[in-house]
């Protein structure tokens, strides 16, 4: 290589090494996390920043897995996030097709009450959620948390499924309305369909949120420990007197699997979601 060719490429490289270090520090946490599941808990403090174990000791992940019940919760948290997933994407997906396609009195009353959602917080609403669980027996029931983490307005997933109706065809559902079609028929053979990449954006959204939320599990389960999901099960790691933090790191990392599974598989559809929700 000429000194004239390295020199018109030393930018590039100079980008590639900063992209480099920059990717490394996003992901070191997450691989000191790996590695500390299979430290000691003295070597956790010990090493530092260190990743490398001394003697890695898998029996952290039976001890997360088995005497901390991990696996009851791993369980409990894949019905509650299924289930919402699934509660939310049909919900979100008919109220962005309905708004975005057609016509009604009261629709800008309607948008404009779901984005004024958007600044009140989520705290605020926790207290009538525990009471109108309380008053229909759901307090301490999976069927209740399912319910309440599916029942807020979800705005952001609302509005991607507005901005990607928008982008399709109204000839391509007048055709089906001639062809003697009803709503139902319209939205679920043809519509929904069509919107998988938003679909699978909306589905990776909210089983990140569902997965990892904590406030609302820990109030609905409070008096039912059988019943937590993986992050109110880190609890008991915590001791009045000390934490496992190998062990908490090691059911940490079991719970992390699922989410990387997840994004990997939906990746590419998520990313075309999002593009194809901005450009409409």
């Known amino acids: 290589m000429t000194p004239s060719k390295a020199l018109r490429r030393l930018p590039w490289w100079l980008a590639a090494a900063a992209l480099a270090i920059g990717c490394l ?8 996390m790996v590695a500390a599941s299979l430290k000691t808990s003295a070597e956790v403090f010990t090493q530092g920043l260190g990743l490398l174990p001394g003697n890695p000791q898998w029996e952290n992940y039976e001890r997360a897995w088995g005497d901390a019940q991990f696996g009851k919760y791993l369980l409990n948290t894949v019905i509650v996030t299924v289930a919402t997933v699934v509660v939310v994407v049909v919900r979100c997906a008919m109220a962005g097709y309905v708004l975005a396609r057609h016509e009604f009195r ?4 309607v948008m404009g009450t779901l984005i004024a959602t958007l600044f009140v917080p989520a705290g605020y609403t926790i207290i009538p959620l525990v009471d109108l669980a309380q008053r229909l027996g759901m307090l301490n029931s999976l069927t209740g948390m399912i319910l309440a983490m ?4 979800h705005v952001a997933a609302i509005l991607l499924y507005i901005g990607y109706f ?15 079609a009803g709503f139902a028929t319209v939205f679920f053979r043809i519509m929904l369909p069509l919107a998988k990449p938003v679909t699978a954006t909306v589905t990776v959204l909210t089983f990140l949120n569902t997965w990892n939320a904590f406030f609302l599990p820990l109030v609905f389960t409070f008096s039912r420990p059988d019943l937590r999901t993986v992050s109110v099960g880190m609890l008991a790691f915590v001791g009045e007197n000390a934490t496992d933090w190998s062990g908490m790191a090691a059911a940490a990392t079991i719970s992390l699997l699922p989410v990387v599974a997840l994004f990997i598989a939906l990746q590419r559809y998520f990313v075309e979601g999002i593009a194809g929700a901005v450009k409409s």
């Open 25 to 32: 520090l996003w992901i070191y946490p997450f691989l000191w």
């Open 106 to 109: 009261g629709r800008k009353i």
């Open 150 to 153: 599916s029942g807020a307005a």
């Open 166 to 180: 928008r982008g399709i065809p109204k000839e391509l559902t007048e055709a089906a309305l001639m062809d003697g």
